[in-house]
């Protein structure tokens, strides 16, 4: 018996650490129009970058990549997604950074994060999932730039899990 328990807690620490467990995709109708949204939080790419997505049925071509980093206030100027060797220019569709405290109020994870999003077409989001290769490169107005893998080889990510299960919730044309 003893050795079942241990067993069991085994195999519960080492799948707490599985890339593909994360948060569900939260697909909403709007009661206002009628309006399919799909939303995913943030996941990690990489130690200091998360991300997150979301669509509408009303630009249904487009994604908007909410990037967020970590560890302190950044001002997120740009972005770009390389998907092997092709690297795409992502638009911004916020003006500015949005700066929050991971969990306000919790003096054990206070933990300054900065958020903007960019937009992408639907079809270069899809091809991230095939891709062997695929990054974000966020160019800061005070930092420099900051680089999270999504997928390198057979490595892959948390956001990677989470952007297919975030795919997998918009209608296929």
Same mark, same amino acid.
């Given at each position: 018996m003893r050795q079942l328990l241990v067993v069991v807690l085994g195999v519960l620490l080492m799948s707490g650490c599985a890339n593909n467990i994360g948060l569900n995709p939260e697909t909403n109708v709007? +009661? %206002?129009d009628g309006v399919k949204t799909v939303t995913i939080q943030p996941h990690g790419a990489d130690c200091c970058?998360?991300?997150g997505? %979301?669509? =509408?049925? +009303?630009v249904p071509d487009m994604a908007v990549l909410n990037l967020t980093t970590y560890v302190k206030y950044m001002n997120l100027e740009s972005a770009e997604l390389r998907i092997d060797d092709r690297i795409i220019k992502l638009r911004p569709v916020d003006t500015l950074t949005k700066f929050e405290q991971m969990m306000p109020g919790d003096n054990a994870v206070n933990m300054p994060t900065s958020t903007r999003g %960019?937009? &992408?077409p639907l079809s270069d989001l899809k091809q991230v999932m095939t891709a062997k290769t695929s990054m974000i490169? &966020? =160019?800061t &107005?005070?930092?420099g730039a900051i680089v999270?893998?999504?997928k390198e080889g057979q490595n892959d990510t +948390?956001?990677?899990?989470? &952007?297919?299960r975030f795919l997998s919730q918009i209608p296929i044309k």
């Open positions: 709007s +009661k %206002f970058m998360s991300i997505a %979301f669509w =509408t049925e +009303k %960019f937009a &992408l490169r &966020l =160019t &107005l005070s930092d999270g893998t999504i +948390k956001a990677y899990y989470a &952007l297919q």
